[in-house]
């Protein structure tokens, strides 16, 4: 099981802390470092930074949004990072939820997701693979655009630049089951949004055929501490924004997955102490032991048990959270 560094996305400024844990998960022998991007800092700059101050490690995106920009625009910038880093980038994709893609992207939210994310991922590997110009008779990515609005003069093109690899990765955040299954089929790898080691039967429906080298890559917060309730902390106040805020009373994909993986009352409590403005208490309301099946808190021997289970299962990839270079060092030494 090879081990990345999740750097995740800014919160009100860049993290001072990011480029000095990814240069050390580095020197750690660390095979990937990932960005993220919410509605704030964007997922590819960010990783453009830390490929120009590294030399080895892989480069990913956990995700970029797909409302964020056009197929041709994403695949623009996996392929341009492609050949700046050497052949280091790795294309996290993923859809979001009707509150972001509405409300911050301003774009309707696709009525078949699965479509989209199908159509999507399609314009990308054409323009990666350069064998013609792109084009696609979609419903929601059609190129050339032949829609509502349109000229009519639209042409199918290639890309200028020649992509340094066809077979450049792209990994997909997914959480429903059929979205997952799906994932399986389209793409390299997946990016479990939660994956609990000892509840592994909650995806086993959606992973029955896994492709040769699929990648299955979720991320865990680690902690080295010795007060394991104080370093649930973060993991909870994570749980409780997802839970309770990333989402819409009627529809929100995180809540509905913790309620999957065995704790939908508490799902619902979260949720409405939330949408109730109660935000403290809706992170006090997320169970430790949710919060510390998805994560790895605790002394260096509890954590070495922990990860044992996670080494187990079909996870070929974790990427960590960890917010020190100790814990970093830590992990690393017990994953050898």
Not at 86 to 109: A, T
Not at 152 to 168: C, S, V, Y
């Amino acid at each position: 099981m090879r081990l990345g560094l999740a750097l995740g996305y800014w919160g009100r400024g860049p993290g001072p802390d990011h480029l000095a844990l990814a240069r050390e998960a580095e020197r750690l022998g660390y095979d990937s470092v990932w960005t993220a991007e919410a509605w704030g800092s964007d997922a590819f700059t960010p990783l453009t930074w830390i490929a120009a101050h590294t030399s080895r490690i892989r480069l990913g995106t956990a995700i970029a949004q797909m409302a964020a920009r056009s197929p041709t625009a994403t695949a623009m910038h996996a392929l341009t990072l492609d050949h700046l880093s050497g052949g280091r980038m790795m294309l996290g994709l993923g859809l979001s939820g009707p509150q972001v893609v509405e409300g911050w992207y301003g774009r309707p939210f696709p009525a078949s997701p699965l479509t989209a994310t199908r159509e999507y991922v399609d314009v990308i590997r054409q323009v990666l693979r350069r064998e013609a110009p792109v084009a696609l008779d979609g419903r929601f990515h059609s190129h050339p655009y032949r829609g509502p609005g349109g000229t009519g003069l639209g042409k199918a093109l290639k890309p200028i630049t020649h992509p340094l690899r066809a077979d450049l990765p792209v990994l997909l955040g997914a959480e429903g089951p059929k979205n997952i299954a799906q994932t399986t089929r389209i793409a390299d790898g997946w990016l479990p949004l939660y994956w609990s080691p000892t509840r592994t039967d909650v995806y086993q429906a959606s992973l029955t055929a896994l492709p040769e080298n699929f990648v299955i890559a979720p991320m865990a917060r680690a902690k080295v501490c010795d007060d394991i309730a104080e370093g649930l902390l973060p993991v909870k106040a994570m749980l409780g924004f997802y839970i309770g805020g990333m989402g819409h009373a009627a529809r929100n994909f995180h809540a509905d997955l913790m309620a999957r993986m065995g704790y939908e009352e508490e799902a619902r409590r979260i949720q409405d102490l939330f949408l109730a403005g109660r935000k403290e208490e809706a992170v006090l309301a997320v169970p430790d032991a949710f919060a510390d099946e998805i994560s790895l808190i605790g002394p260096r021997g509890r954590i070495a048990e922990r990860l044992d289970l996670w080494r187990k299962g079909p996870v070929t990839d974790l990427l960590l959270t960890a917010p020190d270079p100790h814990t970093l060092r830590v992990l690393a030494e017990l994953n050898t």
